[in-house]
């Protein structure tokens, strides 16, 4: 067999590489590196007058440590570059993210929420391909000193729940949320007001010290909350036909199933006003079935909750809206 036939010659070791110049690093590299040294050059040299000078000493004589700082810099950025990307890529990348918007509107946001719409009155929301979703918080039992017979008894009884009350797909979302410090260190500072705490020094004294270091403490360990919900969806196809039914069976033919769809599909009205009516009932079975494990307790998530759940999940930060019922129209706009 020739070499030119040789199977292992014709795979290439790695794809999209450059040449390594120095080491693990590319001209790509070094150019990156190399950039905002040019760039000082340039504004020294070019922008900025010869007579200019900093401290009694000329900027031209400046050029060359500002230039070599400057490459230190870049040299940095490039030695910080994921493996995953290169330094010219992860440039680009970093420069269009701070040059992108922080807000869109909700039709461009769709496209990466796929929330449709809010409905306040019924504590829902809807994605874009029309299935409604709704959370129920749970608060599960504290387990931290279980023994392994009660950790095994808690697992069953979840078990349990999920092999014989749930006859529809459900999600486990969990989340933090940051320790409400200020809120909790505001009732010791609101107690250093109070005249049998301004009389008495040492009191006064202890919660001082109490609430600097309570604070500290807090911000050292970065404390969160956890929080866990459970998400249940209704799909439109949930709604308009019994399931294992003739009908339903005849939907999942090729053509025949498209042409069933369409004769027999409810009115959107009254599919929207079935899809609440379950998705209310398959919550409220949810919050029942976690609530016979012992020590968990439920509650069924509002809308405004359930938006700002879904709003903080794409953000990945703390949002705070106010009032945000005031956030959610429940009632159209009028173009006029």
Partial sequence: MSGSSD???????????????????????????????????????????????????????????????????????????????????????FVGFHRSETEIAHKEAKAYTHIERVYPEHDALERTDGTLVGAVQVSPPTMALATDEEWSQTTDAFADFVNTTLDFPIQVYSTTQSFPTEEYIGRYEERLDDPDVAGNDQLQALLEEYTTWYEQELAQ????????????????????????????????????????????????????????????????????????????????????????????????????YGTPADVLRTTPIVHL
């Fill in 7 to 93: 199977p292992a010659k014709r795979v290439p070791k790695a794809l999209g590489t450059d040449t390594q110049l120095l080491g693990t690093y590319s001209l790509a590299d070094l150019a990156v590196a190399g950039l905002p040294g040019v760039v000082v050059v340039l504004v020294t040299q070019a922008v900025l007058p010869s007579s200019l000078a900093v401290s009694g000493v000329a900027i031209s004589t400046l050029t060359i440590p500002l230039a070599a700082l400057a490459i230190g810099v870049g040299a940095v950025f490039v030695s910080l570059t994921p493996a995953y990307v290169t330094s010219l890529e992860w440039l680009r990348l």
């Fill in 221 to 320: 360990r970065q404390m969160t909350i956890r929080e866990h919900y459970i998400l249940v969806p209704v799909g439109p196809d949930e709604v308009r036909y019994e399931r294992a039914s003739l009908l339903d069976r005849l939907t999942g033919l090729p053509v025949l199933g498209l042409v069933v769809e369409v004769w027999t599909s409810p009115a959107p009205a009254a599919e929207r006003a079935a899809m609440l009516a379950e998705l209310t009932d398959r919550r409220e079975r949810v919050a029942r079935g976690m609530r016979d494990i012992q020590g968990c307790d439920t509650n069924l998530v509002a809308a405004t909750e359930l938006t700002q759940l879904a709003a903080e999940y794409w953000t990945g930060t703390d949002l705070t």
